[in-house]
């Protein structure tokens, strides 16, 4: 048999054919003139999917580490913070700020819920001395996205702060609009919407950040933004970066302009629509509601008497599905889809299929085959 596994998780993703092969390329000279063309292509097309004229560097990191940079980079110590703590990466950046010597306040948003920016604006109101939000754009573990344009514009109108956006998840996924939307800084990552291994953190920054940063003594070395502009200036990385993935982000970035970033998006969305729509004729539930609900990701509360954890092994070791388990508290008592990246509606396709093989394997009580129908129908409507 053909061992043909289905990775249908929230990062790392599919790897596109073209992408691959880029990394297969002879190993280079990362201070060289042809590392250099590919690295600055790469940072102007980042750029236009952040839309910002500002500063972009790239660094070899993941996701955490660039949220790392962020803390390190705009706030100082004994600085009073917020972090808008919507699942698994709020809490993140809360624990790096502690690990950092901040004074963060930690606005806990309920698990499947996103964030309500009258919250923090009350919050920023109570505590006049914050001096940087930390926010997640969009939150893998539980499920859901912030409405991180209306939470912005809100807060800038309260208090000229520095907002930072963790997009590790979102970038290349769903719209950022920097310049517009009042955001001083985002951090993301390659391994996720972006369509490339694991291995480059990035931060894009305005001039207030930029100015934050050079300014003020910062905690950290190699996530310096200090260090990190030196080498830009010249075109160059800060420290030996990770070459073979920079290869394949390069292609990946290529395909991501060919398909058009409002495609992007809207495949996205209609994959979303695709997954809860079907998934809802079983009476399974979802952690988040529709209008929460994540393009990238859709996490499903397992039935009572199924625990997550065995789902997501039985879905892996008989149908090659590759999920992913819940985080916390919610270990055990639900599964997460991830829906982005390089896939299309086959893969999701067999995916539902897949879902509803394994909840008949554990004798869950619905119409058997129906789900996998309604998926159909709704994809010959969505023509995708």
Known sequence: MIDKEFLMIPG????????????????????????????????????????????L????????????????NFS????????????FFGQRFYEICLSFGRDPIRLKVPWGKSADVDEIVNVLQEEKDIKTVFITHN???????????????????TRDIL????????????????????????????QKGLMSPPGIGMVALNKKALNFALNN?????YFSIKELKKRFDVGEPFTTFPVSVMFGLREALDLLMEEGLQNIYKRHENFKYLVRESLKI????????????????????SPDNINGEDFVKRIREKYNIELAGMFGDLKGKGFRIGHMGFMNSNDLLVTIAGIECALKDFNYEFNFGEATKKFLELRRELEV
């Open 12 to 55: 790392p993703t599919p790897l596109p054919p073209r992408v691959v092969a880029a990394m297969t390329n002879p190993m280079i000279n990362h201070r060289g003139p042809k590392f250099k063309k590919i690295f600055l292509e790469s940072v102007d097309i980042l750029k236009k999917i952040l839309n910002t004229d500002d500063e």
């Open 217 to 221: 003594k910062v905690d950290s070395y």
């Open 163 to 190: 907002i930072v956006v963790d997009a590790v998840s979102s970038i290349g996924i769903s719209e950022i609009n920097m310049k517009d939307w009042d955001i001083d800084v985002v951090v993301a990552a390659s």
């Open 139 to 157: 939150e893998t573990s539980t499920g859901i996205i912030n409405d991180i344009e209306k939470i912005c514009k809100k807060i800038k109108e």
């Open 282 to 301: 079983t009476n399974l539930r979802f952690l988040a509601n529709d209008e929460d609900s994540s393009p990238c990701v859709t996490a499903v509360l």
């Open 57 to 72: 560097y790239m660094f070899g990191s993941s996701g955490s580490g660039a949220m790392e940079l962020a803390v390190q």
């Open 76 to 87: 100082l110590r004994g600085d009073k913070v917020l972090v808008v703590d919507t699942g």
